[in-house]
């Protein structure tokens, strides 16, 4: 595993791993994380491919993990700009070092949604979505809905107002976050275009996608539903082929996937439905 440090077009610095296997397959997998989730939690899942002859990078967005300022108040970054312009400088310089490589790209939640921010994503041969979905509050179920309306709705804008950013650790949601990312997921919940809202406010490119995408939503992912997940296919990349693959729970070794818990190793054997696919 190797440390890198990129520099993006805006001069911010992108902290990103490198894992290269002993033979190498000509292969490269790039991971997209979700929301709040530094890059450590995918190192066993990019170890796991690195040791099938997969070259692998995991990369922290601007604000999140390695990639966190000093001071997190009013620290200029937005989910746009992880799409447009960290994601981009990721992809940047894999088609200048792995230019003869099978390229292959997984968007972990908000790590798909990004994907139509970044005109090289044609680079990739296909597509792996990870607990991905147009996330608009009507698309959840009775519950989610009800904690997303008053959470994105009512504490999150006070929070992120009191603070300069949002301390999303304090709800279980994972890394605080840059006071744009927590208002860019506001409207994610709450308004009805979901992604499309936000790509009416940067570069969109999600029409010009038409690879094959293998797509994973769990049984227990609380947070996702299938209607929301065949939304950001039917409405947000509808030039993609998608194969949808439901994981149940019985399928893991804990009888827990959620949102997160795919990558954990002890889901080791679930990694094989991706590993089947791009081998």
């Not at 520099?7 to 290269?20: G, P």
């Not at 006071?179 to 490119?205: E, H, P, Q, V």
């Amino acid at each position: 595993m190797e440390k890198l440090i990129l520099i993006t077009k805006d001069q911010t610095q992108i902290a990103a791993h490198l894992f290269k296997p002993e033979k190498s397959n000509g292969k490269i997998i790039l991971i997209n994380s979700a929301t709040g989730v530094k890059q450590h939690v995918y190192f066993s899942f990019a170890q796991f491919f690195a040791e099938n002859g997969f070259t692998v990078i995991t990369y922290d967005y601007r604000g999140i993990g390695l990639s966190k300022p000093l001071k997190m108040k009013n620290f200029k970054a937005s989910m746009r700009t992880w799409g447009n312009e960290d994601f981009k400088t990721v992809t940047e310089f894999i088609i200048k070092n792995f230019a003869d490589y099978e390229k292959f790209c997984l968007g972990h939640s908000v790590g798909a949604l990004i994907i139509g921010m970044n005109k090289h994503s044609k680079i990739f041969e296909k597509f792996i979505f990870v607990a991905t979905q147009n996330a608009y509050i009507g698309n959840l179920k009775w519950k989610t809905r009800l904690e997303a309306f008053f959470g994105f709705g009512i504490a999150q804008p006070f929070f992120t107002e009191l603070f300069g950013y949002f301390p999303a650790h304090w709800f279980g949601l994972g890394e605080s976050l840059p006071k744009n990312c927590a208002y860019d997921w506001r409207t994610l919940i709450l308004n009805r275009k979901s992604t499309g809202k936000l790509l009416l406010k940067t570069a969109d490119f999600s029409k010009d996608l038409d690879q094959k995408v293998l797509v994973l939503y769990a049984e227990d992912d609380v947070w996702l539903t299938e209607k929301g997940v065949k939304n950001l296919l039917t409405e947000t990349y509808p030039n993609l082929k998608p194969d949808y693959r439901f994981l149940k729970t019985s399928e893991s070794e804990r009888g827990e996937i959620g949102h997160i818990n795919f990558f954990r190793s002890y889901n080791k054997k679930l990694w094989s439905v991706i590993l089947n696919e791009i081998l």
